[in-house]
């Protein structure tokens, strides 16, 4: 059976894969559309930096959110030591912070990925 699953891999990888035929483009053409393309970049250039921006301040959120997950061990820890001391309560904060808000924080931060890509603007 090992073998039959390597050949059927072997054989899709063949199907599926297209080489790719590069053209080239005359000198000529590159030289009428250069300024054109130029004109394109400067007036693009503005929505490239806040998309830029935004996306960048998304990660930041994905980032903050996955060090948030740390607050589990913590509050674990925090219920172990704090209970016979009648202090769990802190610990149980903790755990639910790191094991249910930081995940889901995390979920909708990364689906939102492609909003902040396009620049626009989400409270959240």
Same mark, same amino acid.
Request: with cysteine; hydrophobic share 55%.
């Given at each position: 059976?090992?073998?039959?699953?390597?050949?059927? $891999?072997?054989?899709?990888?063949?199907? /599926?894969?297209?080489?790719?035929?590069?053209?080239?483009?005359?000198?000529?053409?590159?030289?009428? $559309?250069?300024?054109?393309?130029?004109?394109?970049?400067?007036?693009?250039?503005? /929505?490239?930096?806040?998309?830029?921006?935004?996306?960048?301040?998304?990660?930041?959120?994905?980032?903050?959110?996955? /060090?948030?997950? $740390?607050?589990?061990?913590?509050?674990?820890?925090?219920?172990?030591?704090?209970?016979?001391?009648?202090?769990?309560?802190?610990?149980?904060?903790?755990?639910?912070?790191?094991?249910?808000?930081?995940?889901?924080?995390?979920?909708?931060?990364?689906?939102?990925?492609?909003?902040?890509?396009?620049?626009?603007?989400?409270?959240?």
């Amino acid at each position: 059976m090992n073998k039959s699953v390597m050949v059927v $891999l072997a054989v899709s990888c063949m199907m /599926f894969a297209v080489p790719y035929k590069a053209r080239a483009i005359d000198p000529i053409t590159m030289a009428i $559309l250069a300024p054109v393309a130029l004109k394109v970049a400067e007036a693009a250039k503005p /929505f490239v930096i806040r998309s830029l921006v935004s996306t960048g301040k998304g990660i930041l959120q994905i980032g903050k959110a996955a /060090f948030e997950v $740390l607050y589990l061990p913590l509050g674990l820890g925090e219920l172990t030591i704090g209970l016979p001391f009648n202090k769990a309560r802190k610990g149980l904060k903790h755990v639910i912070r790191g094991g249910v808000i930081a995940p889901a924080k995390i979920v909708v931060n990364v689906l939102l990925l492609p909003i902040y890509m396009t620049g626009a603007k989400v409270n959240i």
